[in-house]
């Protein structure tokens, strides 16, 4: 199943995506609806494939970051071999973990602000939401606590993150990270058997790998994490980026202001988004 955040009439509404529309459900977005214990059921009742009277037609609804309120944002970096060979690192024993807050996130078309930054890099990612709490799981406990997979761009301000040997700063700007356009239940897509994951810049493809090659797989990373964090329904993984990051070209490339980023998973959707850039005016 595809579900998703949507906002009609001035509203916003959980929904199924059914055949020609949008199937609202009892829940403002998609974090209200996991937190909701019988989230699973709510589901099955809804899932009849076709429209019912209140459903809402693609024309009529603009989508939005499915899951705006998780408790956690978690992100692994360098988890792509290609992008830790490219970056001059070797493979890594443990995963190697960020954070971010819920205000970082913003929805898959939105207008990507970069006051602060020249250095702006894309990182088109696979991310996992959570459908159930998980501590100090196993990895088939980890998979098994997975709502759905969605796309993300961990777009990142390198001249900030250049600043310490902490990545946080660099990281972490007020709506600059996509999510979206939709969650596909986790009974439909399998990482481990491979997703593409894809960013086209003004056109040009520059990245395009592959979750099998994963270092660390979804329901691992969320076995790892939960040995020392807590994870609860909404909660969202970045699982990493593969390689062609502008940091990596030779010489290294930047996003400018007016630039067009999309972000697809075939099978998920595609983020489109536009950079506004304005710090270039002023520079």
């Known amino acids: 199943m595809k579900l998703a955040t949507v906002r009609h009439g001035g509203r916003t509404t959980a929904a199924l995506v059914v055949a020609g529309g949008y199937q609202p459900l009892p829940a403002r977005n998609l974090s209200e609806l996991l937190s909701l214990p019988q989230w699973k059921e709510i589901l099955k009742d809804a899932s009849s494939g076709h429209c019912g009277p209140d459903a809402l037609p693609a024309s009529a609804i603009e989508l939005l970051n499915p899951v705006p309120n998780p408790t956690k944002v978690i992100c692994c970096g360098l988890n792509y071999a290609d992008h830790i060979l490219e970056m001059g690192r070797e493979l890594p024993e443990y995963p190697t973990l960020f954070a971010k807050f819920a205000d970082?996130?913003?929805d898959p078309e939105a207008q990507i602000p970069a006051d602060e930054s020249?250095?702006?890099d894309w990182e088109a990612e696979l991310a996992v939401v959570l459908g159930s709490t998980l501590q100090d799981a196993t990895e088939d406990e980890a998979a098994?606590?997975?709502?759905?997979?969605t796309v993300a761009n961990d777009i990142s301000m390198r001249d900030w993150q250049r600043r310490t040997?902490?990545?946080?700063q660099g990281k972490s700007f007020d709506r600059t990270t996509p999510l979206g356009p939709v969650l596909v239940t986790a009974d439909e897509l399998d990482p481990v058997a491979g997703l593409e994951v894809i960013c086209t810049l003004n056109g040009e493809e520059v990245q395009r790998g592959n979750t099998k090659t994963l270092v660390f797989s979804a329901a691992r990373l969320l076995s790892y994490i939960s040995t020392f964090t807590i994870l609860r329904p909404g909660d969202v993984i970045l699982t990493g980026t593969p390689g062609g990051v502008g940091m990596g070209m030779v010489p290294p490339r930047f996003l400018q202001d007016g630039d067009e980023?999309?972000?697809e998973i075939p099978g998920i959707g595609t983020l489109k988004n536009r950079i506004s850039l304005r710090v270039a005016a002023t520079a």
């Open 144 to 149: 098994a606590a997975i709502a759905g997979y």
């Open 104 to 106: 970082t996130l913003t």
């Open 261 to 263: 980023l999309l972000t």
């Open 165 to 168: 040997l902490q990545w946080f």
């Open 118 to 120: 020249m250095d702006l």
